[in-house]
């Protein structure tokens, strides 16, 4: 299996334009998640999905963050407008089980917002 | 609420040094798995151990090895003889086992190490 893949791996982009980030998970794992990784914050959980159907996006700073997962193999996350303090790291994980057996993480996406 | 603590912000050593990583994790579940994540300068976050609170088995695998202490709430990670390759920010990480936070893994800040020839 590739692992986990997103795309794209660098983003620079000016602030008030939209951006998505793309993941497809392994195939046959049923939780995908999306976390952001900053200086200041650490690694946090914005949104997880099982099955394709968001269970938990109490992580997501605003509204100005969405995440789709319409099928098995593929999910978005979309910020639009961008703002400069979205610059981070963003990455997706997926796992089997709800990680009984561990979560593997994508390359991630490093987004600036100029 | 979940909390994962590193209180070792960063560590520095020369070669074949042996190093611990210290992990503290609070959580008021009775059963959860602990994690240990490897992100070298890459930026990739690399998958090292997961560890079930029910099993407190220490872990050996190579140079790496996991101390897991349910009394004392830690899950100490130790490198032997420590190699270059080895430099990396490593992160201790913390799911439920069940309930509605099932699978939501709460990281620490992460620890640099770096490794001197």
């Known amino acids: 299996d590739a692992g986990v893949i997103q795309s794209p791996r660098h983003e620079v982009t000016e602030m008030g334009q939209e951006v998505t980030l793309r993941c497809k998970p392994i195939?046959?794992?049923?939780?995908l998640f999306w976390y952001r990784q900053t200086m200041m914050r650490g690694l946090e959980l914005l949104i997880y999905f099982n099955n394709n159907v968001p269970i938990d996006d109490s992580g997501m700073p605003e509204d100005r963050f969405s995440a789709k997962m319409p099928n098995a193999s593929f999910s978005t996350l979309k910020i639009q407008p961008s703002e400069p303090r979205d610059s981070a790291v963003y990455f997706c994980?997926?796992?089997?089980?709800?990680?009984?057996?561990?979560?593997?993480f994508g390359s991630g996406t490093r987004l600036t917002v100029v | 609420a979940q909390k994962v603590t590193q209180a070792q912000t960063e560590i520095s050593v020369v070669e074949k040094e042996d190093v611990t990583l210290d992990c503290v994790y609070e959580?008021?579940?009775?059963?959860?798995?602990l994690f240990w994540y490897k992100q070298p300068p890459s930026g990739e976050l690399v998958f090292l151990i997961r560890r079930n609170s029910f099993d407190e088995q220490n872990e050996i695998s190579g140079r790496y090895s996991w101390n897991f202490q349910k009394s004392t709430s830690s899950f100490n990670f130790t490198i032997t003889a420590s190699q270059v390759v080895d430099s990396a920010v490593y992160f201790c990480?913390?799911?439920?086992?069940?309930?509605?936070?099932?699978?939501?893994?709460?990281f620490g800040q992460g620890t640099i190490l770096t490794v001197h020839p």
């Open positions: 994980a997926s796992s089997l089980a709800r990680g009984q057996f561990g979560y593997t």
């Open positions: 990480a913390l799911s439920p086992a069940g309930g509605t936070s099932y699978g939501k893994l709460t």
């Open positions: 195939s046959g794992h049923d939780y």
């Open positions: 959580t008021r579940d009775t059963t959860y798995y």
